[in-house]
């Protein structure tokens, strides 16, 4: 039996497994891929912040990567 390793993700009690964790090369996705792709980050800009910031939830991104790193 195959084990994966969780992890928790906030408030929300999401978890996610590190085994879906698959990074592809943007050169090498189909057309659809890259539409798919990018309808979700324009998603994430239109969604509101969960951190209480006065901008996206895509903005969120950057600024927790840039107080953890």
Do not use: M
């Amino acid at each position: 039996e195959a084990t994966s390793n969780l992890y928790y993700l906030g408030r929300n009690k999401s978890i996610y497994s590190s085994e879906n964790q698959v990074r592809h090369e943007w050169r090498n996705l189909d057309r659809e891929a890259k539409r798919s792709y990018i309808a979700a980050v324009n998603c994430l800009r239109h969604r509101p912040s969960r951190l209480g910031l006065n901008q996206s939830l895509y903005d969120d991104f950057p600024f927790v990567h840039s107080r953890i790193g």
